[in-house]
DNA sequence: GGCGTACTACGATGCCTATCGTACGAGTCG
DNA sequence: CGACTCGTACGATAGGCATCGTAGTACGCC
């Protein structure tokens, strides 16, 4: 009623007490995850899930979503079909002050010295 | 010779070039290898196996140490029966400038946050 | 040589996870 | 309504991994 405009669909996001290090350690050592939060962090915008050109089903990418969703990581939201991924940089900063920087960067880093193409960035 | 006080026994580890950052973060995700990492961190000097007291088998140490070991975050060497263990500071700090000293401050906010005791550093 | 300590190697086990395929729900557009 | 797109849920599968126990190797000491 006061909002019908967007879908009400809600996803559970950790609070910003609950996310843990380990947690989103545990999810950036996943390649794939890796590259999709720094595509997000290199657009600072909200990217809808089929934005993303992984090389593999649409089911495996929902579980890559839902396991940085669910670290703490990313928060979702649906606009209507869609689902919106935005990295939760204010907590992250908050919790863990220049985590998600040196993070980014030392992936940054590695790209360029292996001549990798996983960073899909440019 | 030049050096035949400690044992020869060669134990494989990464070259600096093969150190990759999600073989880091996998090796950081489990709480007990994140702990010993911190408590390697706190003194700044190499520790022996034995040192740590952890909460599981020698197996399963062993087993610990050895993923860090693979995945370039410590280094280590035999002294007679003990094996010395120390994180590759300089060669972590060549490939991802301050993500060591990010990740190890981003450990210690968390035990403050939790009140956790998994640091066991003081 | 004999003994004790430190660590390893190997096999087993149970859980977690990355992946897929298919069937389905939610929303948009004609 | 009907069709199409986006994403989900569920089951299956194969591989990885944290853990253990036991047996064994390397080293130092007496």
């Not at 990313?74 to 992250?92: E, F, H, P, S, V």
Request: proline letters at 5%; hydrophobic letters at 40%; charged letters at 25%.
């Amino acid at each position: 009623m006061t909002s019908p405009a967007v879908s009400s669909r809600a996803l559970p996001h950790p609070a910003r007490d609950e996310i843990r290090l380990e947690g989103i350690l545990h999810a950036l050592s996943d390649p794939m995850r890796l590259q999709i939060v720094r595509e997000l962090a290199a657009v600072s915008d909200e990217l809808s899930c089929s934005h993303f050109d992984l090389p593999v089903t649409k089911s495996t990418t929902t579980h890559h979503f839902r396991v940085l969703r669910e670290s703490g990581v990313i928060r979702q939201i649906y606009q209507g079909t869609a689902k919106m991924n935005g990295l939760r940089r204010d907590d992250l900063d908050d919790l863990f002050p220049g985590l998600l920087d040196t993070l980014l960067d030392a992936a940054a880093r590695q790209v360029v010295r292996l001549g990798d193409r996983t960073g899909g960035v440019g």
